[in-house]
């Protein structure tokens, strides 16, 4: 039996434009959906099927197998459930006999894996036709008569029972759902037949249709997920507001100078020593960033003005995957370099908004440790 995990994602989105690649958490949405299923154990096959080709590009990165999705099935009105239909056709004429079909939207950013495996064992072992996401509510929910008079939908609005005194309803997430091929084809629907109620947390209910449900997912991003190892195969820095603590000293003659870290030297020191590559890449024309650079014996590039440019020339030259390499940053020209990798990284007194684009912030303030930290942490990921 094959259990394949279907992310349809369009680009044509209008709510919020280009959302599945939007990121949250420094990751983009159609790539934590992919990282979500692949981290299921229940999965055999993970498939984004789509219209766009940065998405493809994105999913493919994250691990995902890509089916091309016709433009009559990506407009406004095309249905999930179409988009479905014509992936599993394409999986199964190459050969694949897909037996069970999860269907995720990369619009919740906090999908969990182990919900996914849940809802796959209700279907495969279960006794169940179909299961979907849901969180456990004992809300009072109201609806409009057609003069606008409030109406009581799930109970007596005469009487108000306690919590504990009252039955609780289910609200659907819309983050997986889970169905039986066979069932699906013959009802072309997500549900049909006995279906099951996988219950996840509400924290992890967040859908994204809005930019101000994205600003919501982007701050509870840090709450809710644990620290990853960061495996990369690249570090690449700023250099001000970074290497040093964004001051600067003038002298009478006008001669800058910095402040530098020897923590920060070693842990560049101690990445070199174990073969990953470093890079400073800078819009500052002052010298220092030169020597700084070349005291620590790695290549710097200063003066830049287009940094994502730069930074995509370099991983190209070096052949090094953009989605394999860590930035950090601290400030708002850092931002468009952090929406190129696999791991934009903050400093703990970056700017609000390079923090909310980071996938990590770190604790450390720039030139007070940070380098360091970051080293650390890409190499303990390489021990593991």
């Known amino acids: 039996m094959t259990t394949v995990a279907i992310i349809p994602a369009r680009g044509g989105s209008k709510g919020v434009p280009r959302k599945n690649v939007r990121r949250v958490g420094g990751v983009p949405l159609i790539a934590r959906a992919v990282h979500a299923a692949v981290a299921a154990e229940r999965v055999d096959l993970v498939v984004v099927t789509t219209d766009d080709a940065e998405i493809a590009e994105v999913a493919a990165g994250a691990g995902a197998r890509i089916v091309p999705r016709p433009a009559a099935l990506a407009g406004d009105t095309a249905s999930s459930e179409s988009a479905l239909l014509h992936a599993v056709g394409e999986l199964e004429a190459s050969g694949i006999d897909v037996t069970t079909i999860v269907f995720l939207q990369a619009t919740s950013p906090f999908i969990p894996s182990a919900g996914i495996d849940e ?41 108000r029972p306690r919590r504990q005194d009252r039955e609780p309803h289910y609200l659907e997430t819309g983050a997986f759902y889970a169905f039986d091929a066979a069932g699906f084809r013959t009802a072309q629907h997500r549900f049909f037949g006995r279906t099951a109620i996988i219950e996840v947390s509400e924290a992890s209910a967040v859908e994204i249709d809005d930019e101000h449900q994205l600003a919501i997912a982007s701050a509870l991003a840090p709450l809710l997920e644990t620290p990853q190892p960061i495996d990369v195969d690249a570090v690449v820095t700023d250099f ?31 990445l070199r020593k174990a073969g990953i590559p470093v890079l400073i890449l800078s819009t500052e024309t002052n010298p220092v960033v030169r020597a700084r650079a070349d005291k620590l014996r790695v290549p710097v590039l200063h003066g830049v003005d287009d940094k994502a440019a730069a930074l995509r020339v370099w991983a190209e030259e070096s052949g090094i995957p953009l989605e394999r390499v860590a930035y950090l940053g601290n400030d708002v020209n850092d931002l468009a370099v952090m929406g190129l990798v696999g791991w934009p990284v903050a400093v703990a007194d970056a700017r609000p908004e390079v923090r909310r684009a980071a996938r990590v912030v770190l604790t450390r303030n720039g030139g007070d440790g940070a380098v360091r930290e970051l080293a650390d942490r890409v190499l303990d990921a390489r021990a593991r």
């Open 119 to 159: 809802a796959v064992a209700a279907v495969r072992e279960g006794g169940y036709d179909s299961a979907f996401s849901a969180f456990e509510t004992y809300g009072f929910l109201w609806g409009r008569t057609a003069d606008g008079t409030a109406e009581a939908i799930n109970h007596d609005a005469a009487h």
């Open 240 to 270: 001000d507001g970074v290497h040093t603590d964004d001051s600067v000293l003038v002298d009478a003659e006008g001669r800058e100078t910095v402040r530098v870290g020897r923590d920060d030297g070693m842990g560049v020191g101690l």
